[in-house]
Every structure is written in C-alpha cells, then in structure tokens.
C-alpha cells in the first residue's frame, strides 16, 4: 500500500541537541511539506519542497532545516537553535497541482524536550 | 499567515444529530478542502471543493463554498461516536496549503 511514513512517533531531546525527524513516502508525489502543531492548534508551515534538491522556507523556518536528495525523503532536523521544540510534527506529500488532490499525511512525530 | 478560520472552536452535539462547521477566509481561492483529525494522528483529506462549486456531497458529508462571502460549511449528516475528530479547513496561499485553527467536535453517546 502506498503511503507515507513518518519515524520515530515519539522522540525524546535534550537541551542542546539536533534531532532528526525522519519522513518518507512511496506515493511518487513531488512535493513534500512539514507542519508543526501545537496543542489545541492548527498546523503551522516549517518547510517545503516542490521538487528534489528545492526547498522553501514556511512561516516558521528558524531553528529547523531539511534536505531533499531524493523524491521519496524529506528530514526534518530540529537544531538546538529552536527555542521551543516540545510539538507535534507532521509530514505531508501532494501531486503536483496540490490543490486538485489534496495532501496525504502522515502519523505525526511527537518530539518533547527533557 | 492564517487564511482560514473554523468557527464554532468546539462543538459537541448528540448522536445520531448533525453537525455543522463554519470556515471563513480572507483571499481568493482556487478551491478549499477539508480535514480531519483524529487525536495525535495526521490529518485525513476529505472532501475538495473548486471555486466555481458552489456545494459537494461526500457520503455524509457536505461541503458549501460561498465565495462572495468568503466562507464555506462543512456539513455531517447523522453523526456516529467515529466522528469525534478535529476538522480543519485550508486553502491555497502560493504554492502552499494554509489550515486554519479548526473545530474541535464531539459527539456525546
């Protein structure tokens, strides 16, 4: 079945330390998103890409960045410059012409600072 | 940036009744969709409706798009305790999809 996947679903960091959160999809979708979302909240855009080796930043992009060296993968690391890291992460891929087809999203990363 | 906005912020209705949830948005739109969520879990693409729609059945769900009033309605015939859920609406902003704060709905056995 295709999808998408997103690891770990819990992640524990502590302070100082870059985490990697990890998203992948078999959907051969070309653009690939990550939201953060706090509790109560709606999701908030971190990074985008539209294609491999392309990326944009969303409203929030400081403290995080991305790669995206192939169409199926896109990390999201979480650099100890975040200030406020404790959230819930999601990923998400779209056909190109997103808005005819929606997004496809994936389980969520919980990511707590101890 | 925020562009759509959920209204009511939380709904709890009985079983078996419908439901009904409000977005408004502030630009034009090529379409707007729905999602819902269910608690800790990614969200779930439902139903999208183009701009020169102006209402979409899915099931039971039904989707209303006022563009002259910026706004569209997100309708659940027939509840069932499965509905419990979080309901966004987004729209597209550039190259992007913008959610709103969505509505939190609960429906009471």
């Known amino acids: 079945d295709g999808g998408i996947t997103q690891s770990p679903k819990y992640l524990f960091r502590k302070e100082g330390q870059n985490v990697t959160l990890s998203c992948e999809q078999n959907?051969?979708?070309?653009?690939m998103y990550w939201y953060r979302q706090d509790p109560g909240q709606g999701l908030r855009l971190i990074y985008y890409?539209?294609?491999?080796?392309?990326?944009q930043k969303g409203d929030i992009a400081e403290g995080y960045s991305v790669s995206r060296e192939k169409k199926e993968s896109f990390p999201l690391t979480v650099t100890s410059a975040q200030k406020n890291p404790t959230a819930f992460y999601l990923c998400?891929?779209?056909?190109?012409?997103?808005?005819?087809?929606?997004?496809?999203f994936g389980s969520g990363t919980r990511l707590t600072v101890v | 940036s925020q562009q759509g906005e959920e209204d009511p912020q939380a709904l709890s209705i009985q079983e078996g009744e419908n439901a009904t949830m409000n977005c408004s948005y502030k630009?034009?739109?090529?379409?707007l969709q729905w999602y819902r969520q269910n608690s800790g879990r990614g969200l779930v693409h439902l139903i999208l409706?183009?701009?020169?729609?102006r209402e979409k059945h899915s099931g039971r769900l039904r989707v209303t798009l006022d563009t002259s009033k910026k706004s569209s309605s997100l309708l659940i015939t027939a509840s069932r305790a499965a509905d419990t859920a979080s309901y966004f609406c987004?729209?597209?902003?550039?190259?992007?999809?913008?959610f709103g704060k969505g509505t939190r709905l609960h429906i009471l056995p």
């Open positions: 959907l051969n979708h070309d653009a």
């Open positions: 890409s539209q294609i491999v080796n392309d990326f």
């Open positions: 987004a729209t597209e902003e550039d190259d992007k999809i913008i």
């Open positions: 630009t034009s739109i090529n379409n």
């Open positions: 409706i183009r701009s020169n729609e």
């Open positions: 998400a891929s779209s056909m190109p012409h997103r808005g005819a087809y929606g997004y496809t």
